[in-house]
């Protein structure tokens, strides 16, 4: 406890000494892994519920739910990243992240097993992604950051949430 | 104290559109023989409030314009001046050129004064012929026909650029670096020489000019178009550039020659220098000329830049009648009224006011419908907005074409969506084009195969329950089958021993790549074909047909929804899933048990529908549904829909109801996905899918 309360005071610490360089994540579970997402492009979290199942796509893309009036696809991280499957309990949450550039935005839930912290991680601490390690394909990682000696994996959501044939749908 | 006049510019330009365009349907109707003055009447007061208008905003250039051609007109309307077809051409072509005038000024741009200055002479013309025209009658018919030679001519020049206006000038990029100035340069000394030489025209480039506090007033921030027009050798204007040579990037090249040869670039610094005019995309610093002759710089990049400014200017409002907001605001109140009812109830609630309660919901769902109805009412705009410009074109190209052909508008009122009035343009264009090029006949063929001299071509709006229908109906030559077939087996498209209907070799014109003309020509014939029409109509959630007699005619119908963002659909079950099914293409459902299925050798099923074997899609498997009950995949409901001008049934488990169903985009937050057209949201709240027919077919059949 007291150590987290130290660690606390650090990140803190780098927050009012260097604003520019500190980043927040919010940091999720995934089996026995921790990852983050910058929390700027989190719009908001959700309990899962059912999905419309969509045909004839790969199995992480797990179907479309009505957010409010918009049709918001869901994707499965656990799938994604070919981890063993979790069944959906009412405590499984969903993600919903923004994505795209400043002509347009995409918003798009991603399921995962829960949420854990938000963290403030200084830009200069976080490592690059080694080789291997990890279950993730490097391609969604932007880089390792080690918080209260947990090593979290930071995912770049622009890369995460590229559906693949997006742009050839064309026939 | 002044006020933002820019505020208002928006509804000036719309009304200046909007009086051209009854400029232009009004000089079109002008009957030579008997001239109607209301109609004059009515031209003039379009004329008057553009000069009026632009006098106000004080776009001077367009008032000046203006009134010329309100002088030519008042004399008209005074019975001073005859009217005649030269002297209305020539009107016409002004009506353009106002056009050209004001969407430049629109977006900002600067507008082609050769082209104003064209029109303006060509005008002037008219009117000083108008000043012999007060004098005896027969001189004045001389002074006409003379006349008419020129007039005639006049809108050719116009399309090809009159050559001999532009040729004599040069067209200068001249973009100095920072430090001309500390060589004791000066550019408008430059400019004072050039505009010695001839009439210089200047356009200033700022972008590059630094915020107030970074700026260097000894450094030279700015760059230049430059355009001067006149006899003058090319040595001569580099004599001109000739001290600032090395202190600058310029760039000179020959009016009327710059679209032909690749431009002949002068650079004096070897060395590459950040900025160079042709690169700069900032749309209001460069010069942009409307004839794609004369432009000399990246004319895709402008032209698409000027596209998106039209596109988008066009996107962002609407007119909507008076009468519709009345409604509208009705419909609110009533809702209002309604929502403070149920309010009441609720506040001290007991079990005795259910009936009450009742009432009051039942009530709120009416005004809700009511209210939704009259909101979707305000999207709907008359057809004529489209229709309005054909009778332009039809003039023109059958003139062009030596053709005589009248069009016929019929149902200009019929109302449509605004996305359908706006995409539905193209197309229309299209087929209109091809009916006046390949439909109707020569008039000497029309009076030899016994048919009047002048050609009609009908254009005909209609509802049809919860349909529109636009027919282009011609009388001209019709389809000839034998060709068509010929034409297909030629290109390999069918094979040759096949049997076609009349239906199906007429859908052979949808095919990419199909033309039955034998020679192009450039009013249809080229690329854009009536596979992109059939394709564009499709997008819209509609469908074409064609019915054709040879020798006696051509009627091509298009099929549209009345509105894109809603649509009546027919939910049915499939496994745990819902889909929709438009309404609109289903013929009728039959329960069937799985025995009535043909099996086709290896793949594929049929079922008899009276004589006739239509393929069978098994949603089920086509979508890859394993959810639900699948001992009911033994009997199920056959949907026969038709898709693509053919029949084909849909097996699913159960028909769930008809409802109407608001259409959301699954492509704003992820893909097309194949067989689905779009999606909406159920009662429940949850998320169904719309099947998109035609495209179930085609995925089917891969």
Same mark, same amino acid.
């Given at each position: 406890m007291a150590q987290e309360a130290e660690n606390k005071d650090i990140d803190q610490y780098h927050y009012s000494r260097n604003l520019d360089n500190a980043v927040q994540y919010l940091s999720f579970a995934l089996g026995k892994e921790e990852y983050g997402v910058d /929390?700027?492009? #989190? $719009?908001e979290i959700r309990s899962w519920e059912p999905v419309s199942r969509i045909p004839n796509v790969p199995c992480y893309e797990k179907g479309v739910v009505n957010l409010r009036g918009s049709i918001v696809p869901i994707l499965d991280l656990r799938e994604r990243f070919n981890l063993s499957k979790a069944e959906y309990t009412p405590l499984t949450v969903v993600v919903v992240l923004q994505t795209g550039d400043s002509n347009k935005t995409r918003i798009m839930g991603v399921v995962v097993d829960s949420v854990s912290d938000v963290i403030s991680v200084d830009k200069t601490e976080i490592q690059s992604a080694p080789d291997f390690g990890t279950k993730v394909s490097n391609e969604f990682i932007n880089g390792l950051v080690s918080v209260n000696e947990r090593m979290v994996m930071l995912l770049d959501v622009d890369k995460l949430l590229k559906l693949e044939e997006l742009d050839q749908d064309e026939s | 104290m002044s006020i933002d006049m820019s505020q208002f510019h928006q509804v000036f330009f719309e009304e200046c559109f909007e009086g051209l365009e009854a400029m232009e349907s009004g000089l079109l109707t002008l009957d030579m023989g008997d001239i109607d003055s209301e109609i004059i009447n009515t031209i003039f007061r379009g004329a008057h409030s553009i000069k009026g208008g632009s006098g106000t905003f004080g776009f001077t250039v367009v008032a000046e314009y203006t009134h010329i051609m309100e002088t030519l007109l008042d004399e008209m309307r005074d019975g001073r001046r005859k009217v005649t077809q030269p002297a209305v051409d020539v009107l016409l072509g002004s009506v353009d050129c106002l056009r050209e005038m004001l969407t430049a000024i629109q977006n900002e741009q600067n507008v082609n004064n050769a082209s104003v200055e064209k029109h303006k002479t060509a005008l002037e013309v008219v009117l000083n012929g108008g000043s012999v025209a007060e004098e005896p009658a027969l001189p004045v018919e001389q002074e006409f026909t003379s006349e008419n030679i020129s007039f005639n001519d006049a809108p050719d020049v116009d399309e090809e650029e009159s050559v001999g206006l532009e040729e004599q000038g040069w067209k200068i990029a001249f973009c100095p670096y920072l430090d001309l100035l500390k060589t004791g340069n000066d550019p408008v000394r430059l400019f004072r020489e050039l505009n010695e030489l001839g009439e210089l025209t200047t356009t200033v480039n /700022? $972008?590059? #000019?630094?915020?107030f506090y970074e700026l260097d007033p000894e450094e030279c921030n700015i760059s230049w178009d430059l355009k001067v027009v006149g006899d003058i050798s090319g040595d001569e204007i580099r004599e001109i550039f000739n001290w600032v040579e090395g202190d600058c990037e310029m760039e000179i090249q020959p009016l009327a020659k710059a679209a032909k040869l690749p431009p002949v670039v002068k650079k004096i610094d070897p060395e590459p220098t950040p900025v160079i005019i042709p690169n700069n995309p900032a749309p209001k610093s460069v010069e942009v000329k409307p004839k794609p002759v004369t432009e000399t710089k990246k004319p895709d990049s402008q032209d698409s830049d000027n596209e998106a400014a039209k596109t988008t200017a066009k996107a962002s409002s609407i007119r909507v009648d008076t009468d519709k907001i009345d409604t509208l605001i009705n419909m609110v109140g009533e809702v209002v009224i309604t929502q403070s009812m149920l309010g009441l109830v609720g506040e001290n609630f007991s079990m005795d006011k259910v009936g009450q309660l009742k009432r009051g919901l039942a009530q709120l769902e009416r005004h809700t419908r009511d209210l939704q109805q009259s909101v979707m009412n305000i999207r709907m705009l008359p057809i004529s907005f489209v229709f309005s410009r054909f009778p332009r074109l039809v003039h023109d190209i059958s003139s062009k074409l030596d053709k005589k052909i009248v069009l016929k508008l019929v149902g200009e009122n019929t109302e449509v969506d605004k996305a359908v009035v706006e995409l539905i343009n193209d197309p229309l264009v299209h087929l209109i084009r091809n009916s006046l090029d390949h439909g109707i006949e020569m008039p000497a063929d029309r009076v030899a195969a016994g048919k009047p001299e002048t050609g009609t071509i009908e254009l005909k709006a209609y509802h049809r329950g919860g349909h529109i229908v636009i027919e282009i109906i011609d009388d001209g030559r019709g389809l000839d089958k034998d060709k068509l077939l010929a034409k297909a087996i030629e290109k390999g498209l069918i094979e040759e021993n096949n049997l076609l209907t009349e239906k199906q070799i007429f859908e052979l014109i949808f095919m990419p790549g199909f033309s039955t003309a034998e020679q192009l020509t450039d009013i249809s014939g080229r690329g854009v074909g009536m596979d992109v029409v059939r394709r564009n109509i499709q997008s819209l959630g509609g469908n074409i047909e064609i019915i054709s007699e040879l020798g006696k005619g051509t009627t091509i119908a298009i099929h549209l929804p009345l509105t894109l963002a809603i649509l009546d659909g027919q939910s049915v079950a499939v496994g745990d899933e819902t889909y929709i099914v438009p309404l609109v293409s289903i013929i009728e459902s039959i329960n069937i048990t799985e025995r009535m299925l043909n099996k086709v050798a290896g793949k594929g099923e049929t079922f008899r529908l009276r004589n006739e074997y239509l393929p069978v899609i098994r949603m089920r498997s086509i979508f890859n549904v394993h959810s639900g009950n699948p001992t009911k995949s033994k009997e199920g409901v056959l949907v026969v829909v038709e898709g693509q001008g053919e029949l084909c049934c849909l097996l699913v488990d159960e028909l769930l109801g008809q409802q109407q169903v608001v259409i959301k985009s699954l492509e704003a937050n992820y893909r097309r996905v194949e067989g689905v057209s779009g999606a909406t949201i159920l009662g429940d709240g949850s998320v169904a899918l719309i099947l998109d027919v035609p495209g179930l077919v085609r995925f089917s059949i891969r």
């Open positions: /929390i700027l492009r #989190v $719009q | /700022i $972008q590059d #000019v630094p915020g």
